[in-house]
């Protein structure tokens, strides 16, 4: 029994550049954006509502253990490892698909 067989050379993942695979890249990269700023919005309100609040009178304050700028800060620290996550992320896969 006689067999033909032709190796047939596919692109390389990182060469490959039609519209549909740039369009999803681009897609699942705003999703991931998108992720990482519903989370660091939402530590951010369950850091703020964990302050505690003493009643003075006829006005509710709040006691400042952990002010606005350390939330700030924190909030920014946590954005700049989630994004630097998400870019090691992205590489590892566009590595691991070669």
Same mark, same amino acid.
């Given at each position: 029994?006689?067999?033909? *067989?032709?190796?047939? *050379?596919?692109?390389?993942?990182?060469?490959?550049?039609?519209?549909?695979?740039?369009?999803?890249?681009?897609?699942?990269?705003?999703?991931?954006?998108?992720?990482?700023?519903?989370?660091?919005?939402?530590?951010?309100?369950?850091?703020?509502?964990?302050?505690?609040?003493?009643?003075?009178?006829?006005?509710?304050?709040?006691?400042? +253990?952990?002010?606005?700028?350390?939330?700030?800060?924190?909030?920014?620290?946590?954005?700049?490892?989630? +994004?630097?996550?998400?870019?090691?992320?992205?590489?590892?896969?566009?590595?691991? *698909? +070669?």
């Amino acid at each position: 029994m006689k067999t033909d *067989s032709e190796v047939v *050379s596919f692109p390389h993942p990182d060469t490959l550049d039609d519209p549909l695979t740039s369009v999803l890249r681009e897609r699942a990269r705003r999703l991931l954006a998108q992720a990482v700023e519903v989370e660091a919005k939402t530590f951010l309100a369950v850091m703020t509502r964990r302050l505690p609040i003493r009643k003075e009178g006829n006005r509710e304050e709040r006691r400042n +253990t952990m002010t606005r700028e350390i939330l700030a800060a924190a909030l920014a620290l946590i954005c700049l490892c989630l +994004t630097y996550a998400m870019a090691q992320a992205i590489h590892f896969f566009e590595r691991r *698909s +070669t």
